[in-house]
């Protein structure tokens, strides 16, 4: 499991991001992604990447994905999002602090998972 940090310039980017990760990138997310505050999400990959930001996010969100860091990163690197993507992986220090401030941040609104509507064969 690891987590991803999204930054965006707008909400239609972030969903648009989250439905990259399912159908380009083939990871599965599990559970529903938070909003986290701008100001928070900036500083944290800002830590992680340890270089200065060249532009503030506008909305932010993290999203828990099944697939480990290694395979999480392998498959992001494929695809051309809209948003700025952070793989976080539980070897970060700041994995806990992302975690912790997921597990409090409102539920991002107008995200649904295709994949959960689709049934297998």
Do not use: C, W
């Not at 399912?22 to 270089?51: C, S, T, W, Y």
């Not at 806990?96 to 409102?106: D, W």
């Amino acid at each position: 499991m690891s987590l991803i940090l999204l930054r965006a310039d707008n909400n239609g980017k972030l969903l648009n991001s989250l439905a990259d990760i399912e159908r380009h990138a083939g990871l599965k997310i599990k559970g529903k992604p938070r909003l986290v505050e701008n100001e928070f999400a900036d500083k944290m990959a800002q830590d992680i990447l340890k270089k200065k930001l060249k532009k503030k996010s506008l909305v932010s969100a993290v999203v828990k994905v099944q697939e480990d860091a290694t395979k999480s990163i392998l498959q992001v690197k494929k695809i051309h999002p809209p948003a700025h993507l952070i793989i976080v992986s539980d070897e970060y220090p700041e994995f806990e602090t992302l975690k912790t401030e997921m597990s409090k941040a409102p539920v991002l609104k107008g995200y649904y998972s295709h994949k959960s509507n689709k049934s297998k064969k």
